[in-house]
Protein backbone atom coordinates (compact mmCIF):
# COMPACT_ATOMS: atom_id res chain seq x y z
CA UNK A 1 0.00 0.00 0.00
CA UNK A 2 1.16 3.17 -1.25
CA UNK A 3 2.02 5.44 2.04
CA UNK A 4 -0.34 8.66 2.31
CA UNK A 5 1.36 10.82 4.71
CA UNK A 6 4.99 11.79 5.44
CA UNK A 7 7.14 13.70 7.91
CA UNK A 8 6.27 17.20 5.83
CA UNK A 9 2.63 16.63 5.96
CA UNK A 10 2.57 15.28 9.39
CA UNK A 11 4.25 18.13 10.77
CA UNK A 12 2.73 20.72 8.68
CA UNK A 13 -0.51 19.37 10.23
CA UNK A 14 0.67 19.60 14.04
CA UNK A 15 2.08 23.16 13.02
CA UNK A 16 -1.76 23.66 13.37
CA UNK A 17 -0.75 24.69 16.44
CA UNK A 18 1.34 27.17 14.93
CA UNK A 19 -1.82 28.75 13.53
CA UNK A 20 -3.49 28.95 17.26
CA UNK A 21 -0.35 30.90 18.64
CA UNK A 22 -0.65 33.13 15.65
CA UNK A 23 -4.63 33.91 16.34
CA UNK A 24 -3.57 34.60 19.72
CA UNK A 25 -0.67 37.26 18.32
CA UNK A 26 -3.04 39.34 16.60
CA UNK A 27 -6.10 38.32 18.45
CA UNK A 28 -5.71 42.12 20.29
CA UNK A 29 -3.64 43.69 17.61
CA UNK A 30 -6.61 44.10 15.29
CA UNK A 31 -9.44 45.19 17.69
CA UNK A 32 -7.83 47.59 20.21
CA UNK A 33 -8.42 50.54 17.88
CA UNK A 34 -11.83 50.18 16.95
CA UNK A 35 -14.15 51.85 18.92
CA UNK A 36 -16.45 48.99 19.75
CA UNK A 37 -13.61 47.57 21.98
CA UNK A 38 -12.98 50.86 23.18
CA UNK A 39 -16.15 51.67 24.06
CA UNK A 40 -17.59 48.51 25.41
CA UNK A 41 -14.43 47.48 27.42
CA UNK A 42 -14.10 51.09 28.33
CA UNK A 43 -10.83 52.36 26.78
CA UNK A 44 -8.33 50.36 28.12
CA UNK A 45 -5.04 52.01 28.14
CA UNK A 46 -1.56 51.33 29.87
CA UNK A 47 -1.12 48.75 32.29
CA UNK A 48 -4.88 47.82 31.69
CA UNK A 49 -4.67 46.63 28.24
CA UNK A 50 -0.83 45.39 29.13
CA UNK A 51 -2.89 42.95 31.57
CA UNK A 52 -5.65 41.94 28.97
CA UNK A 53 -2.75 41.07 26.16
CA UNK A 54 -0.71 39.51 28.69
CA UNK A 55 -3.15 37.34 30.24
CA UNK A 56 -2.68 34.45 27.50
CA UNK A 57 1.36 34.99 28.18
CA UNK A 58 0.19 34.04 31.71
CA UNK A 59 -1.57 31.12 31.05
CA UNK A 60 0.71 30.04 28.91
CA UNK A 61 3.36 30.31 31.47
CA UNK A 62 1.45 27.56 33.41
CA UNK A 63 0.78 25.55 30.64
CA UNK A 64 4.15 25.75 29.55
CA UNK A 65 5.29 24.14 32.99
CA UNK A 66 2.26 21.45 33.02
CA UNK A 67 3.70 20.12 29.11
CA UNK A 68 6.29 17.66 30.78
CA UNK A 69 3.93 15.89 33.02
CA UNK A 70 1.60 15.64 29.90
CA UNK A 71 3.74 14.77 27.63
CA UNK A 72 5.48 12.14 29.14
CA UNK A 73 2.24 10.60 30.65
CA UNK A 74 -0.39 11.15 28.02
CA UNK A 75 2.17 10.98 24.79
CA UNK A 76 3.08 14.32 23.28
CA UNK A 77 -0.11 13.68 20.94
CA UNK A 78 -2.51 13.34 23.26
CA UNK A 79 -1.39 16.07 25.25
CA UNK A 80 -1.42 18.56 22.33
CA UNK A 81 -5.24 17.11 21.98
CA UNK A 82 -5.95 18.19 25.65
CA UNK A 83 -4.80 21.41 24.75
CA UNK A 84 -6.86 22.21 21.67
CA UNK A 85 -9.85 21.11 24.06
CA UNK A 86 -8.44 24.34 26.38
CA UNK A 87 -8.32 26.59 23.65
CA UNK A 88 -11.54 26.16 22.52
CA UNK A 89 -13.04 26.40 26.13
CA UNK A 90 -11.20 30.08 26.60
CA UNK A 91 -12.04 31.21 23.17
CA UNK A 92 -15.83 30.40 23.89
CA UNK A 93 -14.97 32.82 27.10
CA UNK A 94 -13.64 35.28 25.06
CA UNK A 95 -16.38 35.53 22.39
CA UNK A 96 -18.84 35.83 25.39
CA UNK A 97 -17.40 38.12 27.71
CA UNK A 98 -19.57 41.04 29.29
CA UNK A 99 -16.25 42.53 31.21
CA UNK A 100 -12.46 42.85 31.36
CA UNK A 101 -12.25 40.43 34.25
CA UNK A 102 -14.09 38.22 31.90
CA UNK A 103 -12.06 38.34 28.88
CA UNK A 104 -8.88 38.01 30.86
CA UNK A 105 -9.96 35.02 31.81
CA UNK A 106 -10.76 33.99 28.81
CA UNK A 107 -7.49 34.65 27.82
CA UNK A 108 -5.50 32.65 30.67
CA UNK A 109 -7.86 29.83 30.04
CA UNK A 110 -6.51 29.67 26.19
CA UNK A 111 -2.76 30.69 27.37
CA UNK A 112 -2.60 27.33 29.23
CA UNK A 113 -3.19 25.27 25.44
CA UNK A 114 -0.57 28.10 24.15
CA UNK A 115 1.63 26.57 26.82
CA UNK A 116 1.31 23.45 26.31
CA UNK A 117 1.36 23.01 22.46
CA UNK A 118 4.31 25.15 22.08
CA UNK A 119 6.11 22.96 24.35
CA UNK A 120 5.26 19.57 22.57
CA UNK A 121 4.50 20.25 18.69
CA UNK A 122 8.32 20.76 18.45
CA UNK A 123 9.06 18.26 20.42
CA UNK A 124 7.19 15.96 18.65
CA UNK A 125 8.24 17.44 15.25
CA UNK A 126 12.16 17.17 16.33
CA UNK A 127 11.48 13.31 17.19
CA UNK A 128 9.58 12.04 14.09
CA UNK A 129 12.59 14.11 11.72
CA UNK A 130 15.28 13.04 10.24
CA UNK A 131 18.36 14.91 11.16
CA UNK A 132 18.87 16.33 7.79
CA UNK A 133 15.83 17.82 8.14
CA UNK A 134 15.14 18.32 11.60
CA UNK A 135 15.34 21.82 11.50
CA UNK A 136 12.85 22.64 8.43
CA UNK A 137 10.19 20.43 10.08
CA UNK A 138 10.16 22.51 13.20
CA UNK A 139 10.54 25.63 11.50
CA UNK A 140 7.49 24.87 10.06
CA UNK A 141 5.79 25.63 13.49
CA UNK A 142 6.53 29.36 12.95
CA UNK A 143 5.84 29.49 9.13
CA UNK A 144 2.20 28.43 10.68
CA UNK A 145 2.49 31.41 13.51
CA UNK A 146 2.45 33.81 10.25
CA UNK A 147 -0.41 32.12 8.68
CA UNK A 148 -1.91 32.28 11.94
CA UNK A 149 -1.03 36.08 12.26
CA UNK A 150 -2.35 37.22 9.12
CA UNK A 151 -5.60 35.19 8.94
CA UNK A 152 -6.53 36.48 12.10
CA UNK A 153 -5.67 40.44 11.31
CA UNK A 154 -7.30 39.75 7.82
CA UNK A 155 -10.69 38.24 9.99
CA UNK A 156 -10.73 41.43 12.34
CA UNK A 157 -10.20 44.11 9.30
CA UNK A 158 -13.18 42.53 7.65
CA UNK A 159 -15.20 42.49 11.09
CA UNK A 160 -14.05 46.21 11.93
CA UNK A 161 -16.46 46.99 9.22
CA UNK A 162 -19.37 45.89 11.13
CA UNK A 163 -21.10 48.53 13.88
CA UNK A 164 -21.50 45.79 16.57
CA UNK A 165 -19.75 43.94 18.97
CA UNK A 166 -19.22 41.40 16.45
CA UNK A 167 -16.26 43.37 15.27
CA UNK A 168 -14.23 41.59 18.20
CA UNK A 169 -16.59 38.19 19.28
CA UNK A 170 -16.64 37.12 15.95
CA UNK A 171 -12.87 37.00 15.70
CA UNK A 172 -12.31 35.35 18.88
CA UNK A 173 -14.93 32.76 18.18
CA UNK A 174 -13.75 31.88 14.96
CA UNK A 175 -9.81 30.84 16.67
CA UNK A 176 -11.87 27.82 17.74
CA UNK A 177 -12.03 26.61 14.02
CA UNK A 178 -8.12 25.30 13.73
CA UNK A 179 -8.26 23.89 17.36
CA UNK A 180 -11.04 21.89 16.32
CA UNK A 181 -9.48 20.36 13.20
CA UNK A 182 -6.14 19.71 14.57
CA UNK A 183 -8.12 17.40 18.07
CA UNK A 184 -9.55 15.42 14.46
CA UNK A 185 -7.06 15.30 12.97
CA UNK A 186 -4.47 13.98 15.86
CA UNK A 187 -6.49 10.83 16.00
CA UNK A 188 -4.97 9.56 13.16
CA UNK A 189 -1.38 10.24 13.32
CA UNK A 190 1.19 8.39 14.98
CA UNK A 191 2.77 9.06 18.60
CA UNK A 192 6.58 9.56 18.61
CA UNK A 193 8.62 6.72 18.08
CA UNK A 194 11.27 8.44 21.30
CA UNK A 195 7.87 8.20 23.47
CA UNK A 196 7.03 5.21 22.32
CA UNK A 197 10.74 3.50 23.17
CA UNK A 198 10.77 5.37 26.58
CA UNK A 199 7.11 3.24 27.59
CA UNK A 200 9.09 -0.22 25.71
CA UNK A 201 6.73 0.00 22.94
CA UNK A 202 9.53 -1.56 20.81
CA UNK A 203 7.44 -3.21 18.29
CA UNK A 204 5.75 -0.51 17.58
CA UNK A 205 8.78 2.18 17.49
CA UNK A 206 9.69 -0.28 14.57
CA UNK A 207 6.74 0.38 12.88
CA UNK A 208 6.32 3.92 12.72
CA UNK A 209 10.28 4.45 11.67
CA UNK A 210 9.79 2.47 9.34
CA UNK A 211 6.40 4.33 8.22
CA UNK A 212 7.93 7.32 8.78
CA UNK A 213 11.74 6.66 6.99
CA UNK A 214 10.50 4.31 3.93
CA UNK A 215 7.82 4.79 1.21
CA UNK A 216 6.61 1.17 1.74
CA UNK A 217 7.16 0.83 5.70
CA UNK A 218 10.18 -1.32 4.97
CA UNK A 219 11.21 -2.94 8.58
CA UNK A 220 14.21 -4.12 7.30
CA UNK A 221 15.51 -1.04 5.76
CA UNK A 222 19.05 -0.25 6.61
CA UNK A 223 18.68 3.66 7.95
CA UNK A 224 15.52 2.29 9.99
CA UNK A 225 17.29 -0.92 11.92
CA UNK A 226 20.24 1.77 12.55
CA UNK A 227 17.81 4.89 14.23
CA UNK A 228 16.12 1.92 15.59
CA UNK A 229 19.45 0.71 17.27
CA UNK A 230 20.31 3.98 18.22
CA UNK A 231 17.57 5.24 20.01
CA UNK A 232 17.58 1.65 22.04
CA UNK A 233 21.03 2.28 22.67
CA UNK A 234 20.57 5.62 24.28
CA UNK A 235 17.24 4.54 26.34
CA UNK A 236 19.10 1.67 27.96
CA UNK A 237 22.36 4.52 28.32
CA UNK A 238 19.44 6.94 30.41
CA UNK A 239 18.49 3.91 32.40
CA UNK A 240 21.15 3.08 33.39
CA UNK A 241 22.37 6.12 34.59
CA UNK A 242 18.60 6.17 36.48
CA UNK A 243 18.53 9.86 35.62
CA UNK A 244 14.91 11.54 34.35
CA UNK A 245 14.49 13.62 37.30
CA UNK A 246 14.19 17.33 37.35
CA UNK A 247 17.43 17.51 39.69
CA UNK A 248 19.29 15.99 36.66
CA UNK A 249 18.33 19.59 34.73
CA UNK A 250 20.59 21.30 37.35
CA UNK A 251 23.46 19.26 37.28
CA UNK A 252 26.53 19.93 36.10
CA UNK A 253 26.61 18.43 31.51
CA UNK A 254 22.64 19.74 31.82
CA UNK A 255 22.94 23.14 33.64
CA UNK A 256 24.37 24.97 30.46
CA UNK A 257 21.75 23.27 27.85
CA UNK A 258 18.92 24.43 30.35
CA UNK A 259 20.45 27.83 30.42
CA UNK A 260 21.02 27.94 26.07
CA UNK A 261 17.79 26.52 25.88
CA UNK A 262 16.10 29.32 27.90
CA UNK A 263 17.98 32.16 26.75
CA UNK A 264 17.04 31.24 23.51
CA UNK A 265 13.38 31.04 24.09
CA UNK A 266 13.61 34.43 26.48
CA UNK A 267 16.16 36.44 24.41
CA UNK A 268 13.54 35.93 21.32
CA UNK A 269 10.90 38.05 22.97
CA UNK A 270 13.68 40.79 24.12
CA UNK A 271 14.42 41.47 20.28
CA UNK A 272 11.45 44.04 20.06
CA UNK A 273 9.12 41.88 18.03
CA UNK A 274 6.50 41.82 20.43
CA UNK A 275 6.01 45.57 20.44
CA UNK A 276 5.50 45.12 16.19
CA UNK A 277 3.44 42.72 16.33
CA UNK A 278 1.27 43.02 19.33
CA UNK A 279 1.26 46.74 19.04
CA UNK A 280 1.54 47.61 15.77
CA UNK A 281 -1.03 49.80 15.49
CA UNK A 282 0.05 51.61 18.24
CA UNK A 283 3.41 52.59 15.85
CA UNK A 284 1.95 53.27 12.81
CA UNK A 285 -0.82 55.90 14.44
CA UNK A 286 2.22 57.84 16.44
CA UNK A 287 4.12 57.33 13.20
CA UNK A 288 1.35 59.08 11.50
CA UNK A 289 -0.09 56.67 9.39
CA UNK A 290 -3.77 56.63 8.52
CA UNK A 291 -5.79 53.55 7.57
CA UNK A 292 -3.37 51.94 10.12
CA UNK A 293 -5.73 48.26 10.27
CA UNK A 294 -4.85 47.65 5.85
CA UNK A 295 -1.18 48.98 6.04
CA UNK A 296 -0.99 46.28 9.16
CA UNK A 297 -2.05 43.79 6.95
CA UNK A 298 1.40 43.77 4.88
CA UNK A 299 3.97 43.24 7.66
CA UNK A 300 1.89 40.26 8.09
CA UNK A 301 2.50 39.31 4.85
CA UNK A 302 6.06 40.24 4.84
CA UNK A 303 6.18 38.20 8.26
CA UNK A 304 4.89 34.96 6.59
CA UNK A 305 6.93 35.02 3.46
CA UNK A 306 10.33 35.77 5.45
CA UNK A 307 9.70 32.61 7.42
CA UNK A 308 10.28 30.60 3.84
CA UNK A 309 13.92 30.72 3.21
CA UNK A 310 14.96 29.88 6.55
CA UNK A 311 12.48 26.56 5.80
CA UNK A 312 14.08 26.09 3.23
CA UNK A 313 17.68 26.03 4.68
CA UNK A 314 18.22 26.43 8.10
CA UNK A 315 19.57 22.84 7.94
CA UNK A 316 22.37 24.03 5.48
CA UNK A 317 23.01 28.04 7.21
CA UNK A 318 22.95 26.44 10.94
CA UNK A 319 21.13 27.80 13.96
CA UNK A 320 24.14 30.11 15.45
CA UNK A 321 24.29 31.87 11.62
CA UNK A 322 21.12 32.51 11.56
CA UNK A 323 20.89 33.67 15.27
CA UNK A 324 23.57 35.92 14.67
CA UNK A 325 22.59 37.51 11.88
CA UNK A 326 18.93 37.91 12.35
CA UNK A 327 20.29 39.90 16.04
CA UNK A 328 22.46 42.22 13.90
CA UNK A 329 19.78 43.49 11.16
CA UNK A 330 16.84 43.37 13.66
CA UNK A 331 19.18 45.76 16.14
CA UNK A 332 20.03 47.94 13.24
CA UNK A 333 16.70 48.69 12.30
CA UNK A 334 15.48 49.38 15.79
CA UNK A 335 17.80 52.11 15.99
CA UNK A 336 16.85 53.21 12.55
CA UNK A 337 12.62 52.92 13.64
CA UNK A 338 13.78 54.96 17.67
CA UNK A 339 16.21 57.55 15.27
CA UNK A 340 13.66 58.40 13.21
CA UNK A 341 10.66 58.73 15.88
CA UNK A 342 12.82 60.62 17.92
CA UNK A 343 13.86 63.35 15.45
CA UNK A 344 11.04 63.74 13.39
CA UNK A 345 8.42 63.62 16.27
CA UNK A 346 7.44 65.66 19.16
CA UNK A 347 5.02 65.37 22.22
CA UNK A 348 1.73 64.89 21.69
CA UNK A 349 -1.38 66.98 24.24
CA UNK A 350 -3.75 64.57 24.09
CA UNK A 351 -4.04 62.32 27.11
CA UNK A 352 -6.37 59.66 25.88
CA UNK A 353 -4.50 58.39 23.49
CA UNK A 354 -1.82 54.83 23.94
CA UNK A 355 0.94 57.00 22.68
CA UNK A 356 2.52 60.55 23.63
CA UNK A 357 5.03 61.01 20.78
CA UNK A 358 3.67 61.41 17.13
CA UNK A 359 5.43 62.60 13.35
CA UNK A 360 3.24 65.26 11.92
CA UNK A 361 2.97 65.97 7.99
CA UNK A 362 5.98 64.15 7.35
CA UNK A 363 5.80 61.22 5.03
CA UNK A 364 9.01 60.54 4.90
CA UNK A 365 9.37 59.96 7.81
CA UNK A 366 6.57 57.97 8.37
CA UNK A 367 7.17 55.72 5.95
CA UNK A 368 10.72 54.79 7.12
CA UNK A 369 9.03 53.95 10.32
CA UNK A 370 7.10 52.10 8.45
CA UNK A 371 9.62 50.31 6.38
CA UNK A 372 11.77 49.70 9.72
CA UNK A 373 8.96 47.87 11.12
CA UNK A 374 8.38 45.66 8.13
CA UNK A 375 12.43 44.73 8.04
CA UNK A 376 12.56 44.24 11.73
CA UNK A 377 9.67 41.56 11.51
CA UNK A 378 11.15 40.06 8.03
CA UNK A 379 14.77 39.44 10.09
CA UNK A 380 12.97 37.96 12.92
CA UNK A 381 10.98 36.09 10.79
CA UNK A 382 14.32 34.65 9.07
CA UNK A 383 16.11 33.79 12.58
CA UNK A 384 14.60 33.96 16.11
CA UNK A 385 11.37 33.21 15.31
CA UNK A 386 11.93 29.18 13.52
CA UNK A 387 15.10 29.11 15.58
CA UNK A 388 14.10 29.52 19.19
CA UNK A 389 11.24 26.63 18.52
CA UNK A 390 14.18 24.38 16.85
CA UNK A 391 16.84 24.71 19.28
CA UNK A 392 15.92 24.19 22.57
CA UNK A 393 14.46 20.24 22.30
CA UNK A 394 16.97 19.19 19.68
CA UNK A 395 19.26 19.76 22.16
CA UNK A 396 17.78 17.96 25.30
CA UNK A 397 18.31 14.47 26.18
CA UNK A 398 15.08 11.98 25.63
CA UNK A 399 14.78 11.33 29.26
CA UNK A 400 14.61 14.80 30.11
CA UNK A 401 13.75 16.70 26.82
CA UNK A 402 10.06 17.76 28.04
CA UNK A 403 10.80 18.63 31.40
CA UNK A 404 13.68 21.10 29.99
CA UNK A 405 11.70 22.20 26.98
CA UNK A 406 8.64 23.17 29.48
CA UNK A 407 11.54 25.15 31.35
CA UNK A 408 12.31 26.40 28.16
CA UNK A 409 8.82 27.29 26.82
CA UNK A 410 8.04 29.09 30.37
CA UNK A 411 10.73 31.34 30.19
CA UNK A 412 9.38 32.23 26.50
CA UNK A 413 5.78 33.22 27.99
CA UNK A 414 7.51 34.94 31.30
CA UNK A 415 9.20 37.06 29.34
CA UNK A 416 6.64 38.04 26.46
CA UNK A 417 3.92 38.11 29.58
CA UNK A 418 6.12 40.87 31.35
CA UNK A 419 7.04 42.37 27.69
CA UNK A 420 3.13 42.56 26.98
CA UNK A 421 2.33 44.04 30.56
CA UNK A 422 4.65 47.30 30.64
CA UNK A 423 5.22 47.79 27.00
CA UNK A 424 1.95 49.99 26.50
CA UNK A 425 3.17 51.92 29.76
CA UNK A 426 6.51 52.00 28.95
CA UNK A 427 5.89 53.50 25.07
CA UNK A 428 3.40 55.85 26.35
CA UNK A 429 6.42 57.36 28.92
CA UNK A 430 9.25 56.76 27.09
CA UNK A 431 7.88 56.54 23.36
CA UNK A 432 10.82 56.19 20.58
CA UNK A 433 13.78 55.13 23.52
CA UNK A 434 11.87 52.06 23.82
CA UNK A 435 13.14 51.01 20.25
CA UNK A 436 16.73 51.82 21.22
CA UNK A 437 16.55 49.88 24.21
CA UNK A 438 15.50 46.87 21.70
CA UNK A 439 18.27 47.70 19.64
CA UNK A 440 21.09 47.45 22.45
CA UNK A 441 19.67 44.41 23.49
CA UNK A 442 19.79 43.16 20.16
CA UNK A 443 23.64 43.61 20.20
CA UNK A 444 24.04 42.16 23.09
CA UNK A 445 22.43 39.00 21.93
CA UNK A 446 24.62 39.07 18.93
CA UNK A 447 27.81 38.46 21.14
CA UNK A 448 26.11 36.08 23.22
CA UNK A 449 25.21 33.45 20.42
CA UNK A 450 29.14 34.34 19.03
CA UNK A 451 30.32 32.95 22.68
CA UNK A 452 27.81 30.58 24.06
CA UNK A 453 26.05 28.92 21.16
CA UNK A 454 27.24 25.71 19.88
CA UNK A 455 25.91 24.40 16.29
CA UNK A 456 23.72 21.47 16.21
CA UNK A 457 22.80 21.13 12.56
CA UNK A 458 22.73 17.56 10.66
CA UNK A 459 23.26 15.70 13.77
CA UNK A 460 20.94 13.30 15.36
CA UNK A 461 19.21 14.04 18.71
CA UNK A 462 21.22 11.06 20.43
CA UNK A 463 24.11 12.61 19.23
CA UNK A 464 23.79 16.02 21.23
CA UNK A 465 25.60 14.77 23.92
CA UNK A 466 28.78 14.20 22.03
CA UNK A 467 28.59 18.47 20.65
CA UNK A 468 28.08 19.55 24.41
CA UNK A 469 30.51 16.99 26.51
CA UNK A 470 33.34 16.48 24.04
CA UNK A 471 32.36 19.33 21.08
CA UNK A 472 34.86 21.46 19.41
CA UNK A 473 35.42 24.88 20.58
CA UNK A 474 32.34 27.20 20.08
CA UNK A 475 33.97 29.80 18.19
CA UNK A 476 34.94 27.04 15.59
CA UNK A 477 31.31 26.53 14.94
CA UNK A 478 30.62 28.41 11.87
CA UNK A 479 33.49 26.38 9.82
CA UNK A 480 32.32 23.97 7.73
CA UNK A 481 32.90 20.91 8.79
CA UNK A 482 31.72 17.51 7.16
CA UNK A 483 31.79 14.26 9.38
CA UNK A 484 29.96 11.35 9.10
CA UNK A 485 26.93 10.79 11.15
CA UNK A 486 27.10 7.33 13.71
CA UNK A 487 23.95 6.88 12.29
CA UNK A 488 24.80 6.92 8.71
CA UNK A 489 27.92 4.74 9.76
CA UNK A 490 25.65 2.38 11.50
CA UNK A 491 23.42 2.06 8.71
CA UNK A 492 26.57 0.97 6.34
CA UNK A 493 27.29 -2.02 8.79
CA UNK A 494 23.96 -3.35 8.97
CA UNK A 495 23.55 -3.16 5.26
CA UNK A 496 27.10 -4.95 5.00
CA UNK A 497 26.01 -7.28 7.52
CA UNK A 498 29.07 -6.50 10.25
CA UNK A 499 28.59 -5.34 13.86
CA UNK A 500 24.61 -5.54 14.39
CA UNK A 501 22.80 -8.32 13.62
CA UNK A 502 19.12 -7.86 11.97
CA UNK A 503 16.64 -6.74 14.98
CA UNK A 504 13.40 -7.39 13.87
CA UNK A 505 10.98 -9.45 16.05
CA UNK A 506 10.09 -12.57 14.05
CA UNK A 507 6.26 -12.22 15.45
CA UNK A 508 6.11 -8.56 14.26
CA UNK A 509 7.84 -8.97 10.78
CA UNK A 510 5.15 -12.35 10.40
CA UNK A 511 2.23 -9.55 11.70
CA UNK A 512 3.20 -6.79 8.90
CA UNK A 513 4.02 -9.16 5.88
CA UNK A 514 0.42 -10.66 6.92
CA UNK A 515 -1.24 -7.28 7.20
CA UNK A 516 1.15 -5.23 4.66
CA UNK A 517 3.43 -2.56 4.88
CA UNK A 518 2.20 0.04 6.12
CA UNK A 519 0.93 -1.00 10.05
CA UNK A 520 -0.30 2.55 10.38
CA UNK A 521 -3.78 1.72 11.53
CA UNK A 522 -1.45 0.06 14.65
CA UNK A 523 0.54 2.99 14.73
CA UNK A 524 -2.42 5.34 15.09
CA UNK A 525 -4.10 3.73 17.70
CA UNK A 526 -3.82 5.66 19.89
CA UNK A 527 -6.83 7.28 21.98
Not at 150 to 174: H, K, M, T
Not at 327 to 347: D, N, T
Not at 428 to 453: D, H, K, P, Q, T
Request: with cysteine.
Amino acid sequence: MVRILNIYTISAFVALAGVIYGFDVSSMSGVIGTSEYKSYFGNPLGTRQGAITGAIAAGSFVGALSSSFLGDWLSRKVAIQVGTVLWCIGAGVQASSNSVGMLIAGRIISGLCIGVTSSLVPIYQSEIAPRKIRGRVVSLLHFAISWGILIQYLIEYGCSFLNSQAVFRLPWAIQAVPAIFLFIGLFFLPRSPRWLASKDKWDEVLRVLAYLRTPNSDINDPLVLAEYKEIEEQIRLERESDANSYRELFRKKMRRRLFLGMAVQGLSQLTGINVVLYFIVYILQSAGTSNTLLVSSILYIIFIVATIPTILWTDKWGRRTSLLVGSIVIAFWMFVMGGVLGRFGQPTQAKDLPYTWVIIGNLPATRAVQASAYLASAAFAMSWGPIEWVYPPEIIPMRIRTKAVSFSTATNWATSFTVSLVMPLLYRVIAWRLFMIYGAINVASSFFVLFFIPETKQRTLEEMDEIFEHGEPIWRSFRGIHYTARIDQLAREIEQGKGIHRIVHVELRDDIERNGHNGFGSVSSES
